[in-house]
């Protein structure tokens, strides 16, 4: 025999209200970039939701980004005023993209976010980088290197990570080859691996 007590809720029911605005300014032939977003989430109507865990939040965006032959790089401040998590970030971020003669293709990405959690005080840096080489040897033969780092800090969430993949594809009629080597190396709070 089993016995057992359970409170379900109700049927629950709202209606959800969104609002979206976003502008943007160009300048310089499209070189230059500057704008700003708004969005707002609230919700009406509400019926049986006090097991619901809805998020009324207000997002203010703004940011510039610059274009400059195949770099393009910028800058962006959200402050997410949140029933659930309030932050505030401010982001930078550049990629590079380029190709050579057909032979070489390069691509380069950057990013680092600060956030302050504004409930809990704590400040928090996610940077992470990535970037891709490849070298096209023969019509069907290319060699590929990719490298990514990710750090993390801030409290429980340190993280240094590095991932990189090196390897050597050809497709000889319908039957593709692809032979590479990989590297990881990760360090978690304490736990290295």
Do not use: C
Not at 17 to 33: G, Q
Not at 82 to 101: A, C, D, E, G, V
Not at 119 to 132: C, L, P, V
């Amino acid at each position: 025999y089993i016995d057992y007590t359970a409170t379900q809720p109700g049927t629950y029911k709202y209606d959800t209200d969104n609002h979206f605005f976003a502008v943007t300014i160009m300048l310089f032939n499209r070189k230059l970039e500057v704008y700003y977003k708004i969005s707002t989430q609230g919700y009406e109507n509400l019926t049986n939701t006090e097991y619901q865990t809805l998020n009324y939040y207000t997002q203010n965006i703004v940011g510039s980004n610059l274009k400059f032959g195949f770099i393009n790089g910028g800058i962006e401040y959200d402050d997410y005023k949140s029933t659930i998590i309030p932050h505030r970030m401010l982001r930078y971020f550049i990629s590079i993209q380029k190709n050579y003669h057909e032979k070489i293709a390069l691509a380069l990405n950057g990013n680092i976010r600060d956030y302050y959690l504004v409930n809990e005080n704590i400040t928090q840096r996610y940077s992470d980088a990535t970037g891709k080489i490849t070298y096209t040897i023969f019509k069907q033969t290319s060699l590929n290197f990719d490298l990514m780092y990710r750090k993390q800090s801030g409290r429980e969430i340190d993280l240094d990570l590095i991932t990189a993949k090196s390897e050597i594809t050809s497709v000889i009629r319908q039957l593709s080859l692809t032979a590479g080597i990989e590297f990881y190396k990760r360090k978690y709070v304490s736990e290295r691996l």
